[in-house]
T-cell receptor
Framework: EPEVTQTPSHQVTQMGQEVILRCVPISNHLYFYWYRQILGQKVEFLVSFYNNEISEKSEIFDDQFSVERPDGSNFTLKIRSTKLEDSAMYFC????????FGPGTRLTVL | GQQLNQSPQSMFIQEGEDVSMNCTSSSIFNTWLWYKQDPGEGPVLLIALYKAGELTSNGRLTAQFGTTRKDSFLNISASIPSDVGIYFCAGQPGANSGYALNFGKGTSLLVTP
């Protein structure tokens, strides 16, 4: 059964450093999403991507964040200068009406 | 995003019991989704509902899309230990309002043998 994959599973970085989180969505899906979940809290929407451009973004998704689909399979989330409060699980999802989530990347900012 | 109220916050039940949880919203959604999340993993889609009044089953799970489009419930019948986890509802505005999911805060389910 096709699934969303994410790498790395865990990323530790120093405050102020740039990180890139990678996702491979399910191959025939057209919508791609990033969500985050701070430990013990609910899942929060960051951004959606369709037809090679951002279709929606939340207020969390500020200028420090960017997304890219550099080739036909990968979908990336870049955080330019990480802050302590960026520590969270970051989930990629793909689909449309149904959204299927990847296993997540745990980002720890020290 | 819109605020979803999910209840109960947690449940502690015995194996074999039935479980019910629900979500309400002040806003209309065009799609309701129910997910289960195990610790350290991503949410897994359980049931998707697309029409007001729709009742859908997936094994021992049954979910309904409320007729007002502002609520949904999930029932689990004859619970088993592997049902343990956090269950999230998520509403999707849809169409011109976008596909970003608004999640509830989750219902933590514990099942004792």
């Amino acid at each position: 059964e096709p699934e969303v994959t994410q790498t790395p599973s865990h990323q530790v970085t120093q405050m102020g450093q740039e990180v890139i989180l990678r996702c491979v969505p399910i191959s025939n899906h057209l919508y791609f999403y990033w969500y985050r979940q701070i430990l013990g809290q609910k899942v929060e929407f960051l951004v959606s991507f369709y037809n090679n451009e951002i279709s929606e973004k939340s207020e969390i998704f500020d200028d420090q964040f960017s997304v890219e689909r550099p080739d036909g399979s990968n979908f990336t989330l870049k955080i330019r200068s990480t802050k302590l409060e960026d520590s969270a699980m970051y989930f990629c999802a793909s689909g449309g009406l149904d959204e299927f989530f990847g296993p997540g990347t745990r980002l720890t900012v020290l | 995003g819109q605020q979803l109220n999910q209840s109960p916050q947690s449940m502690f039940i015995q194996e074999g019991e039935d479980v019910s949880m629900n979500c309400t919203s002040s806003s209309i959604f065009n799609t309701w989704l129910w997910y289960k999340q195990d610790p350290g993993e991503g949410p897994v889609l359980l049931i998707a509902l697309y029409k007001a009044g729709e009742l859908t089953s997936n094994g021992r799970l049954t979910a309904q899309f409320g007729t007002t489009r502002k609520d949904s419930f999930l029932n689990i019948s004859a619970s088993i230990p592997s049902d343990v986890g956090i269950y999230f509802c998520a509403g999707q505005p849809g169409a011109n309002s976008g596909y970003a999911l608004n999640f509830g805060k989750g219902t933590s389910l514990l099942v004792t043998p």
